[in-house]
Structures are given as C-alpha cells and as structure tokens.
C-alpha cells in the first residue's frame, strides 16, 4: 500500500504541474491584458493632466513674467523723466556758462542775446521740450513758445492749483544750485483735465536767472506704453505661441494677426469674437484667469481652433494681457503617444504569449524529468536558497544605503534629494500645490574647522543633520548636498506661507550655543528658497535656483534667508556681468578717481580731500561704487583696485602739494580684505616712499566691520600704519558695532559721523543726539571729527554749533576730478586754526 501510494503521489507530481503551469498561463495573460488596458486608460488621462496642467503653469507663468515687466517700466516712468529733463538742463547750463566765458568781455546785454540765439530752437522728448528762462526775481528772459512773454513780469504766474510757478521754482533754484518743481496744467489738446508736470530749474548765477523745463508725466508714461505694446507685439512662443494686449474699451493693441491690431473687438462682425473679447476682458478686470474658447486664428494653420489663455489684468492703464495654447498642441502629442503605448503593449502581448508557451513546454518537459530529483533535494536547498537570499539582501540593501545616503550624517545624498524632488513634484502636481526647495548653507564654517580642527567640524555637521531631521515634516526630507551644504524638499504645500514658516524653523535652530565635544560656539546658516512650479518644474532647475537666492542672500548679509524671483535673477546676472568686466577694467582704463573736498568747519577753507573711485563701463555704463566695490572684495579683484586708487591718489595729490603753497590732507578707504593682505603695510609706505609724498597727510579710512570679528588681527596692522606716520580714520561711525572699548585701544586719529545721521539729524532728535554724542566723543578722546553729506547750510550750522572739525558733502562741492579740483582750489587758503 506504501508503494502503491507512492506511485499515486508521483503520477499526481507529474501531472499537476503541467496543468497548473498552463491554467496560470491563461490566466496571467488575462490579468496581463486586462491590467494594461486600465494602466493605458490611466496614464492617458493622467498624460492629458499632466499636459494641461503643464501647459496653463507654462502660460501663467510668462503672463506674470511679462506683467512683471510692465509694472517694473510703470515704476521707472517719474525717474525717466527726471534724469532725462535734468540731463537737458545740465546741458543746457553747460551750453549758457560756455558762453558767458567766451563772450566775458561783452556786455550781459550781448551775451543774453547769444544765450537765447543757442537754446531757443532746441527741442527734445519727440519735440514736446524746450528751454526757458527766467531771473529769480519772475522777468521772463526766453521762452520759445510764447515769445511775447520775453521781457514781463511772471512771478505771479500760476498753476490751476495756486502754485507759484517762476516764484517759487526760481527761489529754490538760486538756493540750491537746482530743483525739481511740480505743478498742474491743462493740456492744449485736453482744457478739461489737470495733468501733473514735473520741471527743473538750474541757476545760472551770473546773471541770476534760472534755466528750466518741464514735461507732462502722463506723455513719458504714453512713450513708456507704446514701447511695452512694441515688445508684447513682437513676443513668440514657438510655431503657435504669441502674447495679445486689449485695452478695456475693446481695442487690440498688440496681436499677432496684424489685421486685429487696432480693432475694436466689442464692434466686431463675428458674434463669436465679440463675446470672446468681453469675456477676455471681464476676466481681465476681476483681477485674471484661464479661458477657454474658440480662437479664430492659429498662426501655423490660420485656421479657427480651441484655445485655453491665461489673462492678466493691468488696472491703473485698463490692459488685459493674455497669452494661451491650442487644443492641438495637447491632443497631437496625446494621440502619438497613445499610438506608441499601443504599438507597445501590441509588441509586449505577442511577445508574452510565445514567451508563456515556450516557458510552460519547457517547464511541463523539464517537470517530468526532475520531479523526483527535485522532490528528494528541494529541503536541502531550500534552506540553503534561503540563507543565501537572506544574507544577499542584507548586502544588497546595505548598498543600496550607503549609495544613497551620506556617510557622515546618514543623511540622503544628492543623487536621493533628486529623486524626492521628483516625486515631491508628482505629488504637489497631483494636489495642485506647490514645492519648496530650501537650500541651507551654514555661514563660516571653515572658521569652525579651522579654530577647533576637522573633527569637530564633523561632528558639528553630525548634530546639525539630525537637527534638521527633528524639524522637518512628515512629507519632507533633507539631504547633505555636500561640504557645510544641505537642501530640504518640502512637497504639498498650500501656499508659501506654509515654506516661510518652515525656514523659520531651520533658522530658529542656531539661536542656540552649539556644544560639540566641550567646544562652544554660536553658527548661523543663510538659506535661498525656490517653488515649483513658479521657478521650475525639474530638481536640476529647483536646486539651481535655489542656489542663486542663496548666494544672493549671503552677498547681502549671512544668517538671512531669500526667496528666488526675477529681480534676484537679474541681480545675480547684473553681479555676473559686473564680475566679468571689474577684471579687465583697469587695463581698459575705466577706473577714475574722484577727489571730495574736506572743509575746516572753523574758517570755511579746504584742508583736504577723500579719494573716491568711479567705474564708466565701456558695456554697462556707469556702475555704483555701492555695487562694484563689494563684487570686487568677493572676486579677489580688490587688491588690483585697491592699489591702483592709492597710487593714482598720491601721485594727484602729490602734484598738487607740490605745485601749491599749502598742502591738502588725502583721505583714501582702504577694504577690510585689503587692510588684511600680508604685505599691505610695506605696498602702501612703498608707494608713498616712491612718490616722496609726506605721510602724515595721509588719512587711511577703515570701517567698523572688521573690528568686531578680527580685531585681534587688526589690532597689529594698525600700529605699524602708526608707526609709519600714517593717519588712521574710523569710518562710517555708528553704523556698525561702535564700542568705548574699541575707541580706548585703536590708534586712530579721526571718526568720521555717517551721512544717515546728517540726513535726517535737524528733524530727528534721536539722529541729532547722536550726531552731538559723537562729535563730544571725539572732543574727549582727542580726534578730529568729521560729518559726511553735509548738503545744506541749515545742516552747517547745527555742525557749526556742536563744535564738528570737518565736513564734506554737496554743500561745498561734489566730487572732482583732478583737473576741476586744481582749477578750483589751487589758489585757496588750508588755515583750520
């Protein structure tokens, strides 16, 4: 019965499998089909989301960009105008003055005569400008428009408004050298509406007139929108993309089918495109959004078809921007890529099926031949198939860690971040909301390394990565990007405050003391922030992003945190650029000195000046000290800079003092990266010694800054500029880390009170008692004083009264270039006794 039984089971062995193999056969290939069939339904519907979603994010976010555009040329158009009649003026005073020299020997009479002859046919703005001119007392002088004013009386010349045109323009211009004056006039084509007019005025002083012009804001502001419908005019998008602008009267005011352009879409003789055009424009003034219709031009077919738009709105000059895509640029690439799924899945299900029938006749031969075999070993390796699995697995899944993880801080490593951006960007996609990238970079931490060794710089790294593992969200992670570098991702956020809040978080962490092996310190970190989808939709584009705010907020101050958008885009391009042409700027001979004169407060003379630089780009025109300097000190660019404004300085200088019976004071800012090169002290005594210009005229500028953190570095390179009879400047005082303590042990001759203070020190009393403390400190401990953007006589005499040594500022005279500052001065007084 035994054998018999065995004989029974063995039968069943060899014939259960085979029909077993082949009922799963049938059925798998049933699931297989039926299963695609619902993945293809899926991830057709899903593609055609996706392709929706993407294209109206697309379009949204170039109508924001392009309504970014405008609102940036609306904010410039009062700054246009003033630059733009200001630079008339100047010209204009250039052309006068130029005449009155040449023509000194004639009578005023004469020299009018030739002043009028140059300036009355001048015109500019599209011919809308011109020049008058008036004395300060109101006699009209020139005025080419109305010429039979020449020679009346106007001071008590009106604006529909009560102001006091020529009066009162004349008097502030004779007070401060110039002015700008605002007053309301009617325009000829318009005598029902007041329009806002900006002028300036410049005295000519000696004939005590003034020079003037005005201009309407609202026609700069109509030159300013024409240039904008000129550009939206001419935006493209690909074969079919293109951008439209309707005023809300319904007129078309830029279109890529020229024949609309200037239409009126509410008079249109297609209803269709009437009611489209309201529609548009409706939405347009309840502030935007998507709309669908049926456009009646495509510009690859110039066939009608259906159309989804973004549009903007643009209250203050009544627009509606949209732009939009076609039904077909979706459907098409859908259709195509629903052929190749098919062709696809086709292909697979032939190939599944001769691959099911070959593996089940294999499998049912290869059964009958090793049922028994297998049957009397299969414990055996079974056991040892599942120690081997397990112990493979173990490997396996050890280094899939270690390749995806950072072996410092356990923390995933880039190639992880990428893949969590990735499907972070499925998932807000999917919910319809946003994702942040949060870069975070931990401020000086070569400092850390450097002060208490690697190690500890490694374990500081440790604690921090599982810092940040306690804040983040239950959906984010973080990763080591690398170095003193780590990126957050934080998926399915609502809105940005829900990203704001989190960088709180991060920030919050190092307002503690670290502690790290009996080591304590205090860190900061500085963080750039982008969101999909407004500054990308990819990990590579987030993260680079995210890179540029990070490295725009470090540029401006650490410990801080900066979101990504176009203005800081344009400003990290804007530094690119500045980098790039710094460095061949000297050898193009861009770089000018400019020399501000240093008046004794006591008698009025002058007893020195402040080298400053200016850069006139051959590419970017003229660029901000404010802008170039610190680009320069990042760069490494500054030591070049640096020693060429002190040679250049001393040797102007030098020639003036010698060709003069007294000698000016030269004041020149020397950069903290600069004060700290090992061979600074022995470049500039060199310089000096080769000019055999007398140091103890020389004043070297430092700014508070440095002290604060490398004073015991400072301290040093201070008393050997002393030492060599250099004199020692603290500049831009009260501004940064002032202290009593620092004043006791620097050995410095001067302070030097910020122009923020002077500004607003006769309306503020806080600023006031400041500027009096200031000037009393340096009474007591025995430095010159000196205020900065001194730009009133107002401002002079409260200096006057608190018993300030020097000033500097507009007042007295701007910054010169040397040949001005020899015609100037070379004949004054330098008493400060």
Same mark, same amino acid.
């Given at each position: 019965?035994?054998?018999?039984?065995?004989?029974?089971?063995?039968?069943?062995?060899?014939?259960?499998?085979?029909?077993?193999?082949?009922?799963?056969?049938?059925?798998?290939?049933?699931?297989?089909?039926?299963?695609?069939?619902?993945?293809?339904?899926?991830d057709l519907q899903t593609l055609r989301d996706d392709f929706v979603s993407s294209r109206k994010s697309m379009v949204k976010a170039q109508v924001e960009q392009l309504v970014q555009q405008i609102d940036y040329e609306k904010s410039r158009t009062e700054l246009i105008l003033k630059k733009d009649i200001k630079h008339?003026?100047?010209?204009?005073?250039?052309?006068?003055? @130029?005449?009155?020299?040449?023509?000194?020997?004639?009578?005023?009479?004469?020299?009018?005569?030739?002043?009028?002859?140059?300036?009355?046919? %001048?015109?500019?703005?599209?011919?809308?400008?011109?020049?008058?001119?008036?004395?300060?007392?109101?006699?009209?002088?020139?005025?080419?428009?109305?010429?039979?004013?020449?020679?009346?009386?106007?001071?008590?010349?009106?604006?529909?408004?009560?102001?006091? %045109?020529?009066?009162?323009? $004349?008097?502030?211009?004779?007070?401060? $050298?110039?002015?700008?004056?605002?007053?309301?006039?009617?325009?000829?084509?318009?005598?029902?509406?007041?329009?806002?007019?900006?002028?300036?005025?410049?005295?000519?002083?000696?004939?005590?007139?003034?020079?003037?012009?005005?201009?309407?804001?609202?026609?700069?502001?109509?030159?300013?929108? @024409?240039?904008?419908?000129?550009?939206?005019?001419?935006?493209?998008? $690909?074969?079919?993309?293109?951008?439209?602008?309707?005023?809300?009267?319904?007129?078309?005011?830029?279109?890529?089918?020229?024949?609309?352009?200037?239409?009126?879409?509410?008079?249109? *003789?297609?209803?269709?495109?009437?009611?489209?055009?309201?529609?548009?424009?409706?939405?347009?003034?309840?502030?935007?959004?998507?709309?669908?219709?049926?456009?009646?031009?495509?510009?690859?077919?110039?066939?009608?078809?259906?159309?989804?738009?973004?549009?903007?709105?643009?209250?203050?000059?009544?627009?509606?921007?949209?732009?939009?895509?076609?039904?077909?640029?979706?459907?098409?690439?859908?259709?195509?890529?629903?052929?190749?799924?098919?062709?696809?899945?086709?292909?697979?299900?032939?190939?599944?099926?001769?691959?099911?029938?070959?593996?089940?006749?294999?499998?049912?031969?290869?059964?009958?031949?090793?049922?028994?075999?297998?049957?009397?070993?299969?414990?055996?390796?079974?056991?040892?198939?599942?120690?081997?699995?397990?112990?493979?697995?173990?490997?396996?899944?050890?280094? *899939?860690?270690?390749?995806?993880?950072?072996?410092?801080?356990?923390?995933?490593?880039?190639?992880?971040?990428?893949?969590?951006?990735?499907?972070?960007?499925?998932?807000?996609?999917?919910?319809?909301?946003?994702?942040?990238?949060?870069?975070?970079?931990?401020?000086?931490?070569?400092?850390?390394?450097?002060?208490?060794?690697?190690?500890?710089?490694?374990?500081?790294?440790?604690?921090?990565?599982?810092?940040?593992?306690?804040?983040?969200?239950?959906?984010?992670?973080?990763?080591?990007?690398?170095?003193?570098?780590?990126?957050?991702?934080?998926?399915?956020?609502?809105?940005?405050?829900?990203?704001?809040?989190?960088?709180?978080?991060?920030?919050?962490?190092?307002?503690?003391?670290?502690?790290?092996?009996?080591?304590?310190?205090?860190?900061?970190?500085?963080?750039?922030?982008?969101?999909?989808?407004?500054?990308?939709?990819? /990990?590579?584009?987030?993260?680079?992003? /995210?890179?540029?705010?990070?490295?725009?907020?470090?540029?401006? /101050?650490?410990?801080?945190?900066?979101?990504?958008?176009?203005?800081?885009?344009? /400003?990290?391009?804007?530094?690119?650029?500045?980098?790039?042409?710094?460095?061949?700027?000297?050898?193009?001979?861009?770089?000018?000195?400019?020399?501000?004169?240093?008046?004794?407060?006591?008698?009025?003379?002058?007893?020195?000046?402040?080298?400053?630089?200016?850069?006139?780009?051959?590419?970017?025109?003229?660029?901000?000290?404010?802008?170039?300097?610190?680009?320069?000190?990042?760069?490494?660019?500054?030591?070049?800079? $640096?020693?060429?404004?002190?040679?250049?300085?001393?040797?102007?200088?030098?020639?003036?003092?010698?060709?003069?019976?007294?000698?000016?004071?030269?004041?020149?800012?020397?950069?903290?990266?600069?004060?700290?090169?090992?061979?600074?002290?022995?470049?500039?005594?060199?310089?000096?010694?080769?000019?055999?210009?007398?140091?103890?005229?020389?004043?070297?500028?430092?700014?508070?800054?440095?002290?604060?953190?490398?004073?015991?570095?400072?301290?040093?390179?201070?008393?050997?500029?002393?030492?060599?009879?250099?004199?020692?400047?603290?500049?831009?005082?009260?501004?940064?880390?002032?202290?009593? =303590?620092?004043? =006791?042990?620097?050995?410095?001759?001067?302070?030097?009170?910020?122009?923020?203070? %002077?500004?607003?020190?006769?309306?503020?009393?806080?600023?006031?008692?400041?500027?009096?403390?200031?000037?009393?400190?340096?009474?007591?401990?025995?430095?010159?004083?000196?205020?900065?953007?001194?730009?009133?006589?107002?401002?002079?005499?409260?200096?006057?009264?608190?018993?300030?040594?020097?000033?500097?500022?507009?007042?007295?005279?701007?910054?010169?270039?040397?040949?001005?500052?020899?015609?100037?001065?070379?004949?004054?007084?330098?008493?400060c006794d």
């Amino acid at each position: 019965m035994k054998i018999a039984h065995n004989v029974k089971l063995l039968r069943l062995l060899n014939v259960v499998p085979p029909l077993l193999v082949t009922a799963f056969a049938v059925m798998f290939i049933f699931v297989v089909v039926n299963n695609n069939q619902i993945k293809l339904d899926n991830d057709l519907q899903t593609l055609r989301d996706d392709f929706v979603s993407s294209r109206k994010s697309m379009v949204k976010a170039q109508v924001e960009q392009l309504v970014q555009q405008i609102d940036y040329e609306k904010s410039r158009t009062e700054l246009i105008l003033k630059k733009d009649i200001k630079h008339q003026i100047d010209t204009a005073h250039t052309i006068a003055m @130029n005449i009155f020299r040449e023509n000194s020997d004639k009578s005023e009479q004469v020299v009018t005569k030739l002043i009028k002859s140059a300036l009355r046919d %001048i015109r500019f703005n599209n011919g809308r400008g011109y020049f008058f001119i008036y004395k300060t007392n109101g006699e009209s002088i020139m005025h080419p428009v109305i010429p039979s004013m020449e020679g009346t009386q106007q001071i008590g010349l009106q604006d529909v408004r009560g102001n006091y %045109i020529v009066r009162d323009m $004349g008097s502030l211009a004779k007070k401060n $050298g110039e002015t700008y004056y605002t007053w309301w006039f009617v325009k000829p084509e318009n005598k029902n509406v007041e329009f806002k007019k900006i002028g300036f005025g410049k005295h000519f002083e000696p004939y005590d007139w003034f020079i003037g012009t005005g201009e309407y804001i609202v026609d700069v502001e109509n030159d300013i929108k @024409n240039t904008v419908i000129d550009n939206i005019s001419n935006i493209r998008f $690909g074969e079919n993309g293109y951008a439209f602008l309707y005023d809300y009267s319904g007129i078309v005011l830029a279109h890529f089918d020229k024949k609309f352009q200037h239409s009126n879409l509410y008079n249109h *003789q297609n209803p269709l495109i009437r009611e489209t055009g309201k529609t548009i424009i409706s939405t347009a003034q309840q502030g935007g959004g998507f709309v669908s219709y049926h456009s009646q031009f495509k510009p690859l077919t110039g066939e009608p078809e259906s159309k989804t738009s973004f549009i903007r709105g643009i209250p203050e000059w009544e627009w509606a921007l949209g732009m939009g895509f076609y039904e077909s640029e979706i459907e098409d690439p859908l259709n195509k890529r629903k052929s190749e799924i098919l062709e696809e899945n086709q292909q697979q299900l032939f190939e599944l099926l001769w691959l099911s029938v070959l593996v089940a006749m294999l499998f049912i031969i290869i059964s009958l031949y090793f049922t028994k075999k297998l049957s009397k070993s299969f414990m055996s390796y079974e056991d040892k198939i599942n120690n081997d699995f397990d112990e493979l697995n173990k490997v396996k899944l050890q280094m *899939q860690y270690q390749a995806l993880h950072d072996s410092l801080t356990r923390l995933p490593n880039r190639v992880l971040l990428e893949d969590h951006i990735f499907q972070g960007i499925i998932l807000s996609r999917k919910n319809n909301n946003l994702l942040a990238v949060i870069f975070v970079d931990l401020d000086d931490f070569k400092k850390i390394n450097d002060s208490y060794g690697h190690s500890i710089g490694d374990e500081f790294l440790k604690q921090i990565g599982d810092l940040f593992n306690k804040v983040k969200g239950s959906k984010d992670s973080v990763a080591r990007f690398g170095g003193d570098e780590f990126i957050f991702c934080c998926p399915d956020i609502e809105n940005l405050g829900e990203a704001e809040d989190k960088v709180r978080k991060i920030l919050s962490i190092f307002q503690q003391k670290f502690e790290v092996a009996g080591k304590s310190f205090y860190s900061t970190c500085s963080i750039g922030v982008s969101v999909y989808p407004k500054d990308g939709d990819e /990990a590579e584009k987030l993260i680079s992003k /995210a890179d540029i705010a990070l490295y725009k907020s470090k540029s401006a /101050a650490k410990g801080r945190a900066l979101f990504f958008n176009g203005s800081v885009d344009e /400003a990290v391009k804007r530094a690119f650029a500045i980098e790039t042409e710094l460095r061949t700027a000297l050898l193009n001979e861009e770089i000018s000195i400019v020399y501000q004169p240093q008046i004794c407060v006591k008698t009025g003379n002058i007893v020195g000046v402040e080298a400053l630089a200016r850069w006139h780009s051959k590419k970017l025109g003229f660029v901000s000290p404010a802008e170039f300097i610190p680009i320069a000190e990042n760069s490494g660019t500054i030591n070049a800079l $640096g020693d060429y404004v002190i040679y250049k300085a001393l040797f102007d200088i030098n020639a003036f003092n010698i060709n003069n019976a007294f000698k000016l004071n030269l004041s020149i800012n020397i950069s903290p990266k600069q004060l700290l090169e090992p061979n600074f002290v022995e470049s500039v005594v060199q310089a000096s010694e080769d000019l055999a210009f007398d140091r103890q005229f020389i004043t070297l500028e430092i700014t508070e800054n440095i002290l604060i953190t490398d004073l015991s570095v400072v301290l040093p390179i201070l008393l050997e500029l002393r030492e060599n009879n250099f004199k020692l400047s603290l500049d831009d005082f009260g501004t940064g880390y002032s202290s009593l =303590s620092y004043l =006791s042990n620097l050995p410095i001759n001067e302070i030097k009170i910020d122009r923020t203070f %002077i500004d607003k020190f006769l309306t503020n009393h806080q600023s006031e008692s400041l500027v009096k403390t200031i000037i009393a400190i340096g009474d007591f401990c025995d430095f010159v004083v000196v205020a900065e953007g001194v730009e009133t006589k107002a401002q002079l005499d409260r200096l006057t009264q608190f018993n300030c040594d020097l000033i500097q500022g507009y007042y007295f005279d701007k910054p010169l270039a040397y040949n001005d500052l020899v015609a100037k001065y070379q004949s004054c007084n330098i008493s400060c006794d």
